[in-house]
């Protein structure tokens, strides 16, 4: 650092720094403050305000740590690589059945591991199979078993691009649906699924984990937690991993490679960037990602059926990267917190609207108008939840919301909630200049 | 203005190549070779097959007839990818750079042949990946300071105008520290200066470094101030090849560029 000109960088390693200025740093370490703070704040420490840092909104937010990780892939697969794909929850899948067999408890002990062993039917039940590893084994293979899937399907894929691949990549999703009705033995029950492997540090199969992560009480001797912070701060730990993972992946040769054959592939290849393997490589990777994330978030469910690895899903990612912004990691992360939180938020939104029906004021009002409570009142939302056909309950509007908020984005925003940030970024640099 | 002291070793031999697009013959049995150091240039009127030519060098397209040979050995048939290993780089003429990456990414983005960090040492930055990076760009800034595109480094390249695109298309060549230079209309659409500019880049390439050159361009002024040798091709024939006033003078040139029957017509008349 120069004496009187603290922002002068000095070195290449400085500019190319994940956090160039200490403005970025600083930043950086008060968010994660902000989200120890927000975990941490149960009430019990009274100099948190609940009304921020309630549990409430605990248990959404960690089921938005395994989306954001498969996010990640997704962005390294279509946003950096540019190759639209529509399979990313067949990838997901494969990571978290490869994690239900090496780690779930199954039934059938070794011997339903092999697929129609006794000749039964294909639709009866063999039995469960599972290994019963410990977390360390089957989450780095669950990534990698998902991976080396998606090499597989590569061959296929690297040759088709932009619409083609998509349908490609779609068929995918339908043959892993089928696949999972046909081997009960790995996927469980077609409609009601089977139980993963809680997310416990084990060394081995010991009764007692090393590190457990499914009972309150204090953590590695240290800190009292509740079940759920143990699982978030475990689940944050391996995307804060993934997303460095995945930045300085974008930031070495491989990212620019991947981007290079986003922007101009001829080019690409004239530059001497071999097409082929380089999308083999962002379609491997983008799989590993997938399976990690799916073998989290089948895990920190508990019970998944196969209907949930289904194309919604696939969808909800185009979602995601859309609304974020293509192609960054600030923008997936933004992009992941917005559309899997949208849900939770409409849904407490109804609640507090039908909560406030007869209270009278303008908020009584719009809820009148807003919901639905029985027959020949004409809101558009229902407040039961089980609600057929119009008015559509709130789960039902949810992905209503998703196609509308895409259609917004594309039009007025291609760049995303990332691009916003920018603009508003830009704006404050300059001010009070325009630019 | 140019010597004709370049080496005798042929570094390139285009051996009678014939390229069909199914009835469209757009190159028809082309054949030069270029020296080393040599900055050779092709010329004709539009359509001639020129940017053909290169796309046949490298390897994008694949004539069906000739032989195209890299320091004696056929490189027909060769991956693009492999043909620029071997050290042959080209600048496109609507120029083809990745748009959404800054001047300093696409430059590096040359420099990809020559690094080795792959995705796992990547990602993992920390150790030989970062060591790399930092020494290649290193490399990237001495191009940059080069082509005096310093204040246009962190920009996204379809930001910039485009005479620097151009500049930074040809940075982007010259990251990957080729024997070989092929320049597709390196000054089209440029104003005088950055005319002049270009030719002055062209020319200390040439000096500095050494590296051999095959030059398309329709700014005669400027071949024939700069080219050693000079091929011209129309409707995918060679027409003639030698020095710059020998060209100037061929009949069959003034021809193809005045049109066949410029004579006739007059007499006509």
């Known amino acids: 650092m120069s004496f009187g000109r603290p922002h002068l960088r000095t070195s290449y390693e400085q500019d190319s720094a994940i956090f160039p200025t200490y403005f970025q740093k600083g930043a950086a370490g008060l968010f994660l403050i902000f989200i120890v703070l927000m975990v ?18 605990l248990n959404p937010l960690t089921l938005v740590l395994p989306f954001a990780i498969a996010a990640l892939g997704f962005n390294i697969l279509t946003g950096v690589t540019g190759q639209v794909s529509l399979g990313h ?29 006794d000749n039964i039917g294909l639709l009866d039940k063999a039995g469960e199979c599972g290994l019963g590893l410990p977390i360390w084994i089957w989450l780095p293979l669950a990534g990698v078993f998902a991976a080396l899937v998606g090499i597989l399907v590569s061959p296929a894929a690297v040759k088709v691009r932009g619409l083609y691949l998509a349908i490609v990549t779609v068929g995918l999703v339908f043959i892993g649906l089928h696949i999972a009705r046909m081997l009960p033995e790995y996927a469980g029950d077609y409609e009601s699924g089977r139980k993963w492997p809680k997310l416990d540090i084990r060394i081995w199969k010991e009764e007692v984990p090393f590190i457990d992560m499914n009972e309150d009480g204090k953590w590695l001797g240290l800190i009292y937690l509740t079940e759920e912070q143990k699982q978030f701060f475990f689940l944050f730990a391996i995307l804060l991993v993934m997303m460095a993972f995945a930045k300085n992946l974008v930031r070495t040769r491989t990212g620019r490679a991947l981007q290079a054959i986003r922007d101009r592939d001829v080019a690409a290849e004239v530059m001497g960037v071999p097409e082929q393997h380089y999308k083999r490589v962002g379609f491997a990777i983008s799989s590993f990602y997938a399976g990690i994330g799916g073998a989290l978030w089948a895990s920190y469910q508990g019970r998944v059926s196969p209907v949930d690895f289904s194309l919604l899903l696939s969808v909800e990612f185009v979602a995601i990267l859309l609304i974020g912004g293509a192609g960054t990691i600030a923008g997936t992360m933004m992009g992941t917190l917005f559309v899997e939180l949208l849900p939770k938020a409409v849904e407490k939104l109804t609640n507090w609207l039908s909560g406030n029906l007869d209270s009278g004021g303008v908020i009584g009002d719009l809820a009148n108008i807003m919901l639905t409570s029985g027959p020949g009142d004409f809101g558009p939302v229902s407040t039961s939840p089980t609600a057929p056909g119009w008015p559509m309950s709130v789960f039902l509007w949810n992905p209503v919301i998703y196609g509308v908020l895409i259609v917004i984005f594309l039009i007025f925003e291609p760049h995303g909630l990332f691009g916003i940030w920018v603009k508003i970024r830009n704006y404050w640099k300059g001010w009070p200049f325009s630019y | 203005m140019s010597s004709n002291e370049t080496g005798t070793s042929k570094i390139i031999e285009v051996e009678d190549i014939t390229l069909r697009f199914g009835g469209v013959t757009a190159i028809n049995g082309v054949g030069f070779h270029v020296t080393e150091g040599e900055l050779f240039a092709v010329i004709g009127p539009n359509g001639a097959g020129k940017t053909s030519i290169f796309n046949s060098i490298s390897q994008v397209y694949r004539p069906q007839e000739g032989d195209i040979r890299w320091k004696g050995k056929s490189i027909m048939g060769e991956r693009p990818d492999a043909i620029a290993r071997l050290g042959i780089a080209r600048t496109f003429q609507n120029i083809a750079l990745f748009g959404q990456m800054t001047v300093i990414d696409n430059i590096l983005t040359g420099r990809h042949i020559r690094m080795k960090n792959n995705w796992l040492t990547g990602m993992a930055w920390f150790g030989p990946a970062k060591k790399e990076e930092m020494e290649n760009r290193e490399r990237v800034e001495d191009i940059i300071d080069f082509l005096e595109i310093n204040e246009w480094r962190k920009h996204p390249v379809a930001l910039l105008p485009y005479g620097i695109q151009k500049r930074v298309e040809l940075g982007r060549a010259l990251a990957m520290d080729p024997e070989l230079l092929l320049l597709d209309e390196p000054v089209a659409g440029m104003n005088l200066e950055e005319t002049e ?9 040439r000096e500095e470094l050494g590296i051999s050159m095959i030059l398309v361009e329709h700014d005669m002024g400027l071949v024939m101030d700069i080219a050693d040798r000079i091929l011209v091709v129309d409707f995918g024939r060679p027409i003639g090849t030698g020095l710059p006033k020998e060209i100037q003078s061929n009949d069959d040139v003034i021809a193809a560029y005045l049109g066949q029957d410029f004579s006739e017509e007059i007499s006509i008349d």
């Not at chain 1, 948190?48 to 409430?56: A, H, K, M, R």
């Not at chain 1, 994690?99 to 002990?109: F, M, Q, Y």
């Not at chain 2, 500019?197 to 390439?205: G, P, S």
């Open chain 1, 40 to 57: 941490l704040g149960n009430g019990a420490a009274g100099w948190i305000p609940t009304w921020l840092f309630g549990q409430t909104w």
């Open chain 1, 89 to 117: 929850a067949f990838f997901m899948g494969v990571g978290a059945y490869s994690a239900v067999t090496l780690g779930g408890k199954g039934d059938g002990g070794v011997k339903a591991c092999v697929p129609f062993a």
């Open chain 2, 197 to 205: 500019d270009m030719a002055r880049f062209i020319l200390d390439i």
